[in-house]
């Protein structure tokens, strides 16, 4: 029988059938992916769940309209939707205070947990993050305009990684046969549709709101990341204030892949500060 690593626990969080991974103990840090075509919370944090669990409570949910959760035909694809299914995750599993790390549209979701549930979140750890408002780049546009194909596939996991070696012919199978899950590629069309630049207004939170933000913040970015302009990781330091910020040289977006262990090391010193 085929194991699916994809697959972990089924929750009910505000109605919507869940799947997370709920793996290690200690105190609760809720990870959030990214928006890219065909993610997963496996996908997008295979290499840091395993390491954070050996200290933590690691809980990655598929958010609302990606992976393996449950597509209701009722969904909210927007902010206020994702919000809601984030915090009814944290309610279901009866968590009362969490860390969480966000990474890019994960992050912009983080932050507004952060503004509208002060008291819910610890620590939160920002990754290559959208949340604030900035001019659409060419290839964050590309990624959320994905139509399915392997050729499609490849050219978005060429933007993602700074190292090309990272990307290869089995990788690129793998996402474009998750991309074309029944439901899915329905799903994706329906969350950013052109003109896409309003997408990535909706996702940012106020900058008088983000600097009220109480709970301390690490900001992490690729000095190369080409979807998420770098000047977002400055501006959200600059407005945090609580914030510490940390870029990593010959890094794409996919800090957590590139550069894994530095990143995982990082995440952990960071959680652990009182």
């Known amino acids: 029988m085929l194991t699916i690593p994809e697959l972990g626990n089924s929750v009910n969080a505000g109605g919507i059938v869940t799947n997370l991974h709920d793996v290690g103990v200690g105190s609760p840090v809720l990870l959030l992916h990214g928006s890219g075509p065909g993610v997963t919370a496996w996908a997008n944090w295979r290499l840091t769940i395993p390491e954070l669990a050996k200290h933590y409570r690691v809980i990655a949910p598929d958010l609302v309209g ?3 959760t449950e597509r209701p035909s009722v969904a909210r694809y927007s902010m206020d939707g994702w919000v809601d299914h984030a915090h009814a995750i944290i309610d279901s599993l009866g968590i009362r205070k969490v860390s969480i790390v966000g990474n890019s549209f994960g992050g912009a979701i983080a932050l507004a947990l952060a503004i509208r549930y002060p008291e819910r979140v610890n620590r939160m750890v920002l990754m290559g993050s ?3 408002p900035f001019v ?3 290839e964050l546009n590309a990624i959320w305009g994905y139509r399915p194909s392997i050729e499609n596939m490849r050219k978005l996991l060429d933007i993602f990684a700074f190292d090309r070696g990272l990307v290869n012919d089995e ?6 046969q998750a991309s074309i899950r029944p439901g899915y590629q329905e799903s994706y ?3 950013f549709p052109e003109p896409r630049q309003r997408w990535v207004d909706e996702l940012s939170s106020s ?3 983000i600097s009220n933000i109480s709970a ?3 900001i992490v970015h690729g000095r190369d990341d080409r979807v998420i302009p770098l000047e977002n990781a400055f501006l959200l330091n600059k407005l945090i204030k609580k914030s510490q910020l940390h870029v990593f040289g010959m890094c794409g977006h996919w800090t957590q892949i590139e550069h894994a262990k530095q990143f995982n090391q990082l995440l952990i010193n960071f959680l652990a500060e009182e």
Do not use: N, Q, S, W
Request: hydrophobic share 45%; net charge negative; glycine share 8%.
């Open 66 to 68: 990606f992976g393996y």
């Open 130 to 132: 959208v949340g604030v």
């Open 136 to 138: 659409i780049t060419p």
């Open 171 to 176: 990788l690129a199978e793998l996402r474009y």
């Open 189 to 191: 069309e329906k969350m």
């Open 207 to 209: 900058y008088f709101d």
């Open 216 to 218: 301390p913040a690490l």
